[in-house]
């Protein structure tokens, strides 16, 4: 069973700092989808990451997977007030899995001015 | 790209009735839906997944009889709650996928039981 670990849970960050939040999962898996989702919102595509050493950037966010170590990361450069949000990501769990993917617990980012 | 129109967006409805939710792939044909449970601040948790033409496959310990799926076009699937009550108050939210295309997410239902 894929088990996935996001951390931080929640982040406090002030305007115009960088950080990164990690996710580690258990089995293997060579496709991994970061999410945004608004307070009361449905989940909105961020990323796709589909190959080890893939990395993604949109804006000030940047997403990474190292498929041998089982983790990506989500970094934020120069966070602003728009940023805030809960980020989910979600590794694929294969065709053998019915094309399932697992949901990390999610990171609560705030932007604080 | 790829639009869901998953409808209601909210209901409220009496304790004992049935509810049910639409999930349309507007511009694909989706050949698997996915549909989704979320608690106040938690993650999404997957109830089933149910391929066009065929019954839904649930995760366990969701109950297939109380949580209807059905899946008869390749735009269509839809989720019945049955015999509610206020313990199934909710935000359901569904995903498709289809040839070609990633995993789009509609946009929700927030059930409330009362």
């Known amino acids: 069973e894929l088990k996935v670990e996001q951390n931080p849970l929640f982040l406090s960050m002030q305007e115009g700092k960088n950080y990164t939040i990690y996710c580690n999962y258990s089995t293997t898996s060579d496709r991994l989808y970061w999410y945004r989702q608004d307070p009361g919102k449905s989940l909105e595509s961020l990323f796709v990451?589909?190959?080890?050493?893939a990395v993604k950037q949109e804006g000030r966010l940047m997403a990474s997977l190292d498929t041998k170590a089982r983790l990506s990361t989500l970094h934020i450069t120069a966070a602003v007030h728009d940023l805030s949000a809960t980020y989910f990501c979600a590794p694929w769990g294969g065709y053998t899995n019915a094309g399932k993917s697992t949901f990390g617990d999610g990171t609560t980012l705030t932007v604080k001015p | 790209g790829a639009v869901v129109s998953q409808h209601p967006s909210r209901v409220i409805c009496k304790s004992g009735t049935s509810v049910k939710i639409e999930c349309r792939s507007l511009d694909f044909q989706a050949t698997t839906m996915f549909w989704y449970r979320q608690f106040p601040k938690q993650s999404l948790m997957l109830m089933a997944t149910s391929n066009e033409g065929s019954k839904a496959t649930y995760e366990q310990g969701v109950e297939k009889d109380k949580f209807l799926i059905n899946h008869a076009s390749l735009t269509l699937s839809t989720l019945t709650v049955t015999s509610a009550h206020p313990e199934d108050s909710s935000f359901y939210i569904c995903s498709a996928s289809g040839v070609n295309y990633g995993y789009t997410f509609g946009s929700g239902t927030r059930l409330t039981v009362v």
């Open positions: 990451l589909l190959s080890n050493g």
